[in-house]
């Protein structure tokens, strides 16, 4: 008499949460296309810097590239911030399911547009329209993960003894909207403010997990 056989976890169609364990192959394959996606937008920064050949002042060229350059910093910071984030959540999971799944594609979708909205913010550094879009772009980052950290907290796909991670980063993650919200209106009056503000972030992201990290 034959064996019957469990239906195949299939994450994508659904179906109930299983044990990164026991699907081993699935849960790989979903961390190593998010580190491919944050490569890949990673690299797509350094596109945003180009000079043209044969000047014969290059010194000028250079400095007429200076909102290039610091464009291409704050994403490259702000996307290694993310990366390292996302990778200390996805080694907390335990387990994880068709619904965490669609999150993280939704969140990598932000992530995959931040090239294009870092060389918008370069290339018109000094329009309003250009910082505003930049800074929806990264509320909608920072909104997707919150989204994906808030629903695997609440259906329990987080390890017990890892449950710190998501006291310190959802938290984070809403003060980081919150810049970024701030900096809109900002940005119609001054859009150097408004840049100058996300600067503010990474020392309020410490500033929070200091003050969260004693009570875990």
């Known amino acids: 008499m034959a064996e019957s056989k469990a239906p195949r976890f299939d994450p994508v169609a659904g179906g109930h949460a299983r044990h990164r364990d026991e699907a081993e192959v699935e849960f790989n394959r979903i961390v190593a296309f998010s580190d491919g996606v944050f490569a890949i937008a990673i690299t797509l920064l350094v596109l945003g810097l180009t000079v043209p050949p044969h000047l014969s002042h290059l010194r000028r060229a250079l400095l007429n590239n200076q909102d290039d350059f610091i464009a291409y910093a704050i994403s490259f910071a702000v996307l290694g911030r993310y990366w ?3 990778h200390r959540f996805f ?3 335990e387990r994880f399911d068709g619904r965490l799944m669609t999150l993280n594609l939704l969140y990598l979708a932000c992530i995959a547009l931040v090239p294009f909205t870092s060389q ?6 000094s329009h309003t329209e250009a910082v505003v879009l930049y800074a929806v772009n990264m509320i909608a980052v920072s909104s997707t993960f919150y989204v994906q950290l808030i629903y695997s907290a609440r259906t329990g796909l ?3 003894e890892a449950r710190s991670v998501e006291r310190q980063n959802a938290p984070v ?4 909207v919150g810049v970024f919200a701030l900096s809109i209106p900002v940005a119609f009056l001054s859009p150097l403010a408004a840049t100058l503000m996300w600067l503010t ?3 309020i992201r410490r500033w929070v997990t200091a003050r ?3 009570s875990s």
């Open 158 to 160: 987080v390890r017990p």
């Open 84 to 86: 390292l984030a996302h």
């Open 120 to 125: 918008v913010l370069g290339d018109y550094a």
């Open 173 to 176: 993650n809403l003060v980081v």
């Open 212 to 214: 969260i990290v004693p």
């Open 91 to 93: 080694s907390s999971l």
């Open 201 to 203: 972030i990474f020392f």
